[in-house]
């Protein structure tokens, strides 16, 4: 380049490329025609390589698809100098080929570092992101669970296609069959069952979440369970979270119900799917209905731009700070909130699954259990925060006992469902041999159930980090009240870096997870 003293190294170009919301990649027609295009772009270091996706039809793509040789430019920073007739900005520009991904592997590598950015942050905060972009109100909130929910499924189907058995899959594409419909014939049958066991229990969860969505104007009760609360109004807080609990056992009633079905368990006569179709679709329309439109009234595109650039744009010296008040100790303090909040729910969640399970307990003892796990499920944690806080007082310790009583509801639920699945023949063997019922379990049911165990503890680990990093909401500790305050003071570069805190922290927490799982 012209201008040495301008140059920087490959680390400032990386970074440049990360904090850029979008790219713009040149390239050469094949009768030598200049063509620029903007794209969104995901930045990977360690495998040296840049991704961006496109329709796989137009003049971008026709270029595109001879591997030509292009130029990428990003810019991340861009300020004008009060006094003088230029313009500051931060830039890096990349040569190199495009190159279309085929190998599935590695299409599948890209869309993980973009999941893992869109689910390293709790739905509240999402919703609070929303709400400065779209105004107050439902729409907000729509959105923030819309985001929500793609992340964390998204997440669990890959998990469940890497688990699957891919051997009639790779059988079909070895006779030549089209990979499309391989796929639907191969692989969609046999994760099927869990992907609308998943869908369901998404659907549970977003419940909850919906329900505290208020705190921060997009919608639902959580407004008027906090001001009851403050109150002292238990009775009115008893009515709430009654009707919630009535949610949760629908939602359980219809997913044991279709998780029936798809096991071909249960079939529905022709009037009942007519029901359970019209019943789905009414839902949906009085959905959409009520959702209300954006507000864009209130929203200044100059604090839109400051915004967004603030997010990619970090406070270095807050993300390095090494006292009680930095970045570094907040983290740290939410993992352990986290971790030891998993495992204390792990350990009183597994004999209540047990419990609850009619295969290895009686009907009527089993149902009581199960009730109680519903119960404790149907509370969202962020209650269960302003509740405990009352107790124990503020707190990390706060933060470990809601996150603790959470994790007894959702995992008993996971734990539960992974028994009921589980092969018997060895158990009622050992039964019928006189072998008592813990030797049995010890036996022939938890060498089964180990992975599917491990599974939904890490999975839940991953949910505890982000509800950890909420919980500082209520004063229960860990990154929220520092991220909260940020954010509604307009901090944007602050809470850019405990942003980027939380994606580093989550990307470790997944790259632990693929090697434990492994």
Same mark, same amino acid.
């Given at each position: 380049?012209?201008?040495?003293?301008?140059?920087?190294?490959?680390?400032?170009?990386?970074?440049?490329?990360?904090?850029?919301?979008?790219?713009?990649?040149?390239?050469?027609?094949?009768?030598?025609?200049?063509?620029?295009?903007?794209?969104?772009?995901?930045?990977?270091?360690?495998?040296?390589?840049?991704?961006?996706?496109?329709?796989?039809?137009?003049?971008?793509?026709?270029?595109?698809?001879?591997?030509?040789?292009?130029?990428?430019?990003?810019?991340?920073?861009?300020?004008?100098?009060?006094?003088?007739?230029?313009?500051?900005?931060?830039?890096?520009?990349?040569?190199?080929?495009?190159?279309?991904?085929?190998?599935?592997?590695?299409?599948?590598?890209?869309?993980?570092?973009?999941?893992?950015?869109?689910?390293?942050?709790?739905?509240?905060?999402?919703?609070?992101?929303?709400?400065?972009?779209?105004?107050?109100?439902?729409?907000?909130?729509?959105?923030?669970?819309?985001?929500?929910?793609?992340?964390?499924?998204?997440?669990?189907?890959?998990?469940?296609?890497?688990?699957?058995?891919?051997?009639?899959?790779?059988?079909?594409?070895?006779?030549?069959?089209?990979?499309?419909?391989?796929?639907?014939?191969?692989?969609?049958?046999?994760?099927?069952?869990?992907?609308?066991?998943?869908?369901?229990?998404?659907?549970?969860?977003?419940?909850?979440?919906?329900?505290?969505?208020?705190?921060?104007?997009?919608?639902?009760?959580?407004?008027?369970?906090?001001?009851?609360?403050?109150?002292?109004?238990?009775?009115?807080?008893?009515?709430?979270?009654?009707?919630?609990?009535?949610?949760?056992?629908?939602?359980?009633?219809?997913?044991?119900?279709?998780?029936?079905?798809?096991?071909?368990?249960?079939?529905?006569?022709?009037? !009942?799917?007519?029901?359970? &179709?019209?019943? +789905? /679709?009414? *839902?949906?329309?009085?959905? %959409?209905?009520? $959702?209300? @439109?954006?507000?864009?009234?209130?929203?200044?595109?100059?604090?839109?731009?400051?915004?967004?650039?603030?997010?990619?744009?970090?406070?270095?010296?807050?993300?390095?700070?090494?006292?009680?008040?930095?970045?570094?100790?907040?983290?740290?303090?939410?993992?352990?909130?986290?971790?030891? !909040?998993?495992?204390?729910? &792990?350990?009183? +969640? /597994?004999? *209540?699954?047990?419990?609850? %399970?009619?295969? $290895?307990? @009686?009907?009527?003892?089993?149902?009581?259990?199960?009730?109680?796990?519903?119960?404790?499920?149907?509370?969202?944690?962020?209650?269960?925060?302003?509740?405990?806080?009352?107790?124990?007082?503020?707190?990390?310790?706060?933060?470990?006992?809601?996150?603790?009583?959470?994790?007894?509801?959702?995992?008993?639920?996971?734990?539960?469902? +992974?028994?009921?699945?589980?092969?018997?023949?060895?158990?009622?063997?050992?039964?019928?041999?006189?072998?008592?019922?813990?030797?049995?379990?010890?036996?022939?049911?938890?060498?089964?159930?180990?992975?599917?165990?491990?599974?939904?503890?890490?999975?839940?680990?991953?949910?505890?980090?982000?509800?950890?990093?909420?919980?500082?909401?209520?004063?229960?500790?860990?990154?929220?009240?520092?991220?909260?305050?940020?954010?509604?003071?307009?901090?944007?570069?602050?809470?850019?870096?405990?942003?980027?805190?939380?994606?580093?922290?989550?990307?470790?927490?997944?790259?632990?997870?693929?090697?434990?799982?492994?």
């Amino acid at each position: 380049m012209r201008r040495k003293d301008k140059e920087r190294d490959a680390a400032f170009a990386w970074q440049v490329l990360r904090d850029a919301p979008y790219a713009v990649v040149a390239m050469t027609d094949g009768d030598g025609t200049p063509y620029c295009v903007p794209v969104n772009h995901i930045a990977d270091e360690a495998g040296n390589a840049i991704y961006f996706h496109c329709a796989g039809a137009g003049r971008k793509w026709d270029i595109l698809a001879k591997e030509p040789p292009v130029c990428l430019t990003a810019v991340s920073k861009a300020e004008i100098v009060p006094g003088k007739l230029t313009t500051a900005y931060d830039s890096a520009i990349v040569h190199g080929r495009a190159v279309v991904v085929q190998s599935g592997e590695e299409k599948m590598y890209a869309l993980r570092l973009l999941v893992q950015v869109l689910r390293s942050f709790p739905t509240l905060i999402l919703a609070l992101l929303a709400t400065f972009l779209f105004g107050l109100g439902t729409f907000s909130g729509t959105v923030a669970i819309t985001v929500y929910t793609f992340a964390i499924l998204t997440r669990l189907t890959y998990e469940d296609i890497e688990s699957a058995e891919l051997a009639p899959y790779h059988a079909l594409c070895a006779m030549g069959a089209v990979p499309t419909k391989v796929y639907w014939r191969a692989v969609v049958p046999g994760i099927a069952p869990s992907y609308f066991s998943n869908v369901l229990y998404l659907l549970e969860t977003n419940v909850r979440h919906s329900s505290i969505l208020g705190y921060v104007g997009a919608g639902g009760i959580g407004l008027l369970l906090n001001e009851k609360i403050s109150w002292l109004e238990y009775g009115k807080v008893g009515m709430i979270l009654f009707f919630l609990f009535l949610t949760v056992c629908v939602i359980e009633g219809i997913s044991g119900l279709l998780s029936q079905i798809i096991r071909e368990e249960r079939s529905l006569s022709p009037l !009942g799917k007519r029901l359970l &179709t019209g019943a +789905a /679709v009414l *839902l949906a329309l009085v959905c %959409t209905l009520s $959702l209300q @439109p954006p507000d864009f009234s209130h929203i200044s595109p100059r604090a839109v731009q400051a915004m967004i650039s603030g997010l990619f744009h970090p406070d270095w010296a807050f993300f390095f700070e090494t006292d009680t008040s930095g970045l570094g100790y907040l983290l740290l303090e939410t993992v352990c909130i986290a971790l030891v !909040g998993t495992c204390a729910g &792990t350990v009183i +969640a /597994v004999p *209540l699954s047990f419990l609850s %399970t009619p295969c $290895l307990m @009686p009907k009527l003892p089993a149902l009581l259990f199960r009730v109680v796990i519903m119960a404790i499920r149907s509370v969202p944690f962020l209650i269960y925060g302003l509740i405990f806080i009352r107790v124990a007082g503020p707190g990390p310790f706060t933060g470990v006992l809601t996150l603790g009583v959470c994790s007894v509801g959702l995992l008993s639920k996971r734990f539960t469902e +992974a028994i009921e699945s589980l092969d018997f023949r060895a158990y009622h063997a050992l039964e019928s041999m006189g072998v008592p019922l813990l030797l049995r379990i010890r036996y022939a049911v938890l060498p089964q159930l180990l992975p599917a165990l491990a599974s939904a503890v890490l999975y839940r680990f991953d949910v505890n980090i982000r509800e950890a990093s909420v919980l500082g909401l209520v004063g229960a500790g860990g990154i929220g009240a520092p991220l909260i305050f940020a954010m509604n003071h307009y901090k944007w570069s602050e809470a850019g870096a405990i942003a980027l805190g939380l994606i580093l922290l989550v990307w470790c927490i997944d790259r632990l997870s693929a090697s434990l799982r492994r």
